[in-house]
Structure formats: structure tokens, C-alpha cells
């Protein structure tokens, strides 16, 4: 089993859509969880950090299930420029990336 | 706001020539580290250096080796390219070390160099 899994999409949405992503990670004692962008051919950079209670940033909910061992990203009201990829990062002894999930924002 | 410089962008090498990527950063990091990042396979570290003086190995270590010059860089060699290590190279760095269970260390990305090896 993969360390940190996502689903790769691509998740094509309407702009104005909400969507979620989820991404489940297989060790339990992990104590960080970040959720970073990248665009095309481009770095990737910090969206938010997952906190134990959950936390939001304006359109984005990020939430943290330790039970099942699973961080969630939630966009609401998307727009064009959310077209990204979307890449989960556990802490376990390292910072481990998922492959991430590829969104696509459509007019 | 300079933030993780690398040099360079782009370069083409022939098998089993030599290079090596360099990296600089302003934010006074204590920690940096390589990545590369391949279709299909996400970012996998290569090296990382927790503190100035330390190098350690990543996930995919063989083929290259590191130098942590000083506190603000943090260089990648290739001794003897091969198709295989065609890639997109990150380097990054953060306050501390990454990888401290209960830390919350952000790390920040340079722009990237894209390596072919022919």
C-alpha cells in the first residue's frame, strides 16, 4: 500500500461547482498534513495546512479524519483559476507527496 | 522576495556527462532538499540536508550526489547522466527539518530545472 494515495482525476467541474478531493495516507502516528498546488509546469506551493479541528481559507475547507486516516480538500464557488493539480503531503518521518489530483475548471 | 533560486532552467546532456544543478536561498532555511517529480510518479526526494553540515539520502538517492555549500545552498551533482534521470528537478527548503513528526514546516519551492539526458 502506497504511503499517501490520491485519486489522479482529472475532475472536470463547471465553474461554481463545489468539489472535493479526498487522500488517504497508511501510517497512523503521521502528524502533519498539508495540502499544496501546482500549476502547470510550475512549482508547487503551500495552499493550507490540516489541523486536527479542520480549517478554512475563503473557498477552501481542508479536514483531517485520523479514524480513517484521510485528509479532504473542499472547494467551493470554483473559478478558472483553480485549474490545477492538487497535491497531498502527510509527515511520516519525511514529507510524503501524493501523485495528486488534476482539476479542471471549465467556463 | 527571491525565495529558492535554481540554476539552471532547462539543460540537455549526453549520457554520461556530468552536471550539476545549484540552489540558493534568501530566508535564512535551516533545512533544503531535491526533489524530482516524473509523470506518473509524483515529487520523490533524492537528498535533503536537515542542517548546514548534514546531507542524508531520500527516497531515490543513486546517481547523484549533494553539497550543502553553506547555509543558503544546496547543490545537485550528476556524475554520469542517464536517460533514467531525465526529470524535473525541485529544490526546496524550509525553517527546520521536514521530517520531525509534529513539526509544521512549509516547504518553499524553487521554479524548477528540466533535464534531458539524450
Not at chain 2, 542542517?51 to 538517492?61: A, F, L, N, Q
Request: a positive charge; one cysteine or more; hydrophobic letters at 30%.
Amino acid at each position: 500500500r502506497k504511503e499517501v494515495e490520491q485519486d489522479p482525476g482529472p475532475f472536470n467541474v463547471p465553474e461554481g461547482a463545489t468539489v472535493a478531493f479526498n487522500c488517504t495516507y497508511s501510517n497512523s502516528a503521521s502528524q502533519s498534513f498539508f495540502w499544496y498546488r501546482q500549476d502547470c509546469r510550475k512549482e508547487p506551493k503551500l495552499l493550507m495546512s490540516v489541523y486536527s479541528s479542520g480549517n478554512e481559507d475563503g473557498r477552501f475547507t481542508a479536514q483531517l479524519n485520523r479514524a480513517s486516516q484521510y485528509i479532504s480538500l473542499l472547494i467551493r464557488d470554483s473559478k478558472l483559476s483553480d485549474s490545477a493539480t492538487y497535491l497531498c503531503v502527510v509527515n511520516m518521518y519525511a514529507l510524503n507527496f501524493g501523485k495528486g489530483t488534476s482539476l479542471l475548471v471549465t467556463p | 522576495n527571491a525565495g529558492v533560486t535554481q540554476t539552471p532552467k532547462f539543460q540537455v546532456l549526453k549520457t554520461g556527462q556530468s552536471m550539476t544543478l545549484q540552489c540558493a536561498q534568501d530566508m535564512n532555511h535551516n533545512s533544503m532538499y531535491w526533489y524530482r517529480q516524473d509523470p506518473g510518479m509524483g515529487l520523490r526526494l533524492i537528498y535533503y540536508s536537515a542542517s548546514e553540515g548534514t546531507t542524508d539520502k531520500g527516497e531515490v538517492p543513486n546517481g547523484y550526489n549533494v553539497s550543502r555549500l553553506n547555509k543558503r545552498e544546496f547543490s545537485l551533482r550528476l556524475e554520469s547522466a542517464a536517460p533514467s534521470q531525465t526529470s524535473v528537478y525541485f529544490c526546496a527548503s524550509s525553517e527546520e527539518w521536514a521530517g520531525r513528526l509534529s513539526g509544521a514546516n512549509v516547504l518553499t519551492f524553487g521554479a524548477g530545472s528540466r533535464l534531458t539526458v539524450l
